[in-house]
Nanobody, 123 residues
Framework: QVQLVESGGGLAQPGGPLRLSCAAS????????MGWNRQAPGKQRELVAG???????NYADSVKGRFTISRDIAKNTVYLQMSSLKPEDTAVYYC?????????????????WGQGTQVTVSS
């Protein structure tokens, strides 16, 4: 059973930093990519940032220059360093991972999601 567990959310001041972490665990055989999406109240879930197994990154235009995604391959963990936070960054942040795992005796590639962590930017 693959699990993604996020941590690091909470309340942040406008202009301040916050760091999110997401650790993947289970019978993981390989990770192709990991990323972060977010969903604000009344809005659709949107891509924030992603990183491939080769280290290629991509960002939403709204967070470029403020957010940095990174990963620790050995720990199957992805991070999102957020800085210069704005009230409009307030959302539930979801981690995801495109990976292959041993599931009921078979190797299956699937996109997994974490349960989400709340980020609130407010003074």
């Amino acid at each position: 059973q693959v699990q993604l567990v996020e941590s690091g959310g909470g309340l942040a001041q406008p202009g301040g930093p916050l760091r999110l972490s997401c650790a993947a665990s289970g019978s993981i055989l390989g990770i192709y990519a990991m990323g972060w999406n977010r969903q604000a109240p009344g809005k659709q879930r949107e891509l924030v940032a992603g990183i491939t197994s080769g280290g290629t990154t991509n960002y939403a235009d709204s967070v470029k220059g403020r957010f940095t995604i990174s990963r620790d391959i050995a720990k199957n963990t992805v991070y999102l360093q957020m800085s210069s936070l704005k009230p409009e960054d307030t959302a539930v942040y979801y981690c995801n991972a495109d990976l292959k795992a041993l599931t009921t005796g078979r190797v299956i590639r699937e996109l997994y999601w974490g349960q989400g962590t709340q980020v609130t930017v407010s003074s």
